[in-house]
């Protein structure tokens, strides 16, 4: 079972910065690094959606909503994976999921909520 932790949400103003991280302490590094891992967000009323992903040799994927604004990335060695959150809008507030992934099975954390509002 892989357990995965997330921290870093919380309220920040439009315009504002966040960043979330991801920690997967039961696994080991060699294991970690053979993780795509990827954060989602799930909105009131909406379905959980990608919004990034990073794979085990670092290639990256952005939902089209965040590109230019969030990065994500991933500390093997540390087993943990973060999003850094730019110039947030009102409409990321979500609660924020990281994922890890590997041969079709996934595996969630609890979530993180991010609350962007003035």
């Known amino acids: 079972q892989v357990q995965l932790v997330e921290s870093g949400g919380g309220l920040v103003q439009p315009g504002g910065s966040l960043r979330l991280s991801c920690a997967a302490p039961?696994?080991?590094?060699?294991?970690?690094?053979?993780?795509?891992m990827g954060w989602y967000r799930q909105a009131p009323g909406k379905q959980r959606e990608l919004v990034a992903a990073i794979a085990s040799r670092d290639a990256t994927n952005y939902a089209d909503s965040v590109k230019g604004r969030f990065t994500i990335s991933r500390n093997n060695s540390q087993k943990k994976v973060y999003l850094h959150m730019n110039s947030l809008k009102p409409e990321d507030t979500a609660i924020y999921y990281c994922?890890?992934?590997?041969?079709?099975?996934?595996?969630w954390g609890r979530g993180t909520q991010v609350t962007v509002t003035s």
């Open positions: 994922n890890a992934n590997q041969g079709g099975v996934d595996y």
């Open positions: 039961r696994l080991i590094t060699s294991v970690f690094w053979g993780y795509t």
